[in-house]
């Protein structure tokens, strides 16, 4: 397997435009680098990660989906970095794939919160004010909270902002609330304000020892998973549930 991995951004190269249509798909791709002079690759296939610019092995290509808006110039280095003969010929052509901007796709657009999950929303945002006396000496940011209707598996969710503008948010699953109760959405809206707490204060967002540590502070479970029952009077019966672990916040 050989693996192109990407180094820098900042390299400028020369576009040579051709007029041709931009390849739309893996198969339409592999057709263009084929006429390019592409020949030991049978299958291509585009990926997302972001370190891994190209690779091939086996007789299958895989290139960023990155790639597909890529110049001429940019494909036939892909050629030459799988058909290269000589080591340099195929080092400058690593140059010029790397020096390809990747554009990420903007990420979803988040959804709102339901016009009757307004007034749930509200009363969370009050507890948020509440906690964050309690527990964080009012320091925490106010931050939206939003209530999903998507969100099953999760019970809650920490966005920090991005550096494109969007605001922090705390997300509550509404699917949580319903099935387990008011206090176990406390619990978990307490949850996500430690998650908070790290990125305002600098920590990494995640279940680590200083998430551990707080979580103990203010009184609630340091994991990051919870095992819930459904709460009684429900139809479901003991319904199980974990929560997420990692980035789910
Ligand atoms: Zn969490």
């Not at 959804?111 to 006396?133: C, F, P, V």
């Not at 319903?178 to 406390?186: A, D, I, N, S």
């Not at 990125?199 to 279940?207: A, L, N, S």
């Amino acid at each position: 397997m050989t693996r192109l991995f990407r180094r820098r951004r900042d390299l400028s190269q020369l576009e040579l435009g051709f007029g041709a249509a931009p390849p739309r798909d893996a198969d339409e791709l592999l057709e263009r680098l084929r006429q390019l002079g592409l020949t030991r690759i049978k299958r291509c296939r585009l990926t997302r990660n972001r370190n891994v610019m190209v690779s091939f092995g086996a007789g299958e290509l895989r290139v960023h989906e990155g790639y597909l808006d890529a110049s001429e110039n940019v494909l036939r280095a892909i050629v030459t970095f799988v058909e290269g003969r000589t080591r340099a010929e195929r080092r400058a052509a690593q140059r010029v794939i790397v020096a390809h901007p990747i554009r990420t796709r903007p990420p979803a657009r988040r959804d709102r919160t339901h016009e009757e999950d307004l007034e749930i929303a509200e009363k969370l945002g009050d507890w948020h004010g509440r906690y964050n006396n309690r527990h964080f000496h009012g320091r925490l940011k106010r931050v939206p909270i939003r209530i999903s209707r998507r969100m099953k598996s999760r019970l809650g969710h920490y966005t920090a902002s991005t550096p494109v503008g969007e605001s922090a948010e705390i997300a509550i699953s509404r699917s949580h609330l319903r099935k387990h109760g008011w206090e176990e959405t406390l619990h978990t809206l307490l949850h996500e304000m430690v998650h908070q707490w790290q990125d305002e204060t600098g920590h990494t967002i995640d279940h680590g020892a200083s998430f551990r540590a707080k979580a103990r502070e203010v009184g609630i479970a340091p994991y990051a998973r919870r095992v819930l029952a459904t709460r009684p009077g429900r139809a479901e019966g003991s319904q199980t549930l974990g929560r997420r672990a990692a980035r789910d916040g």
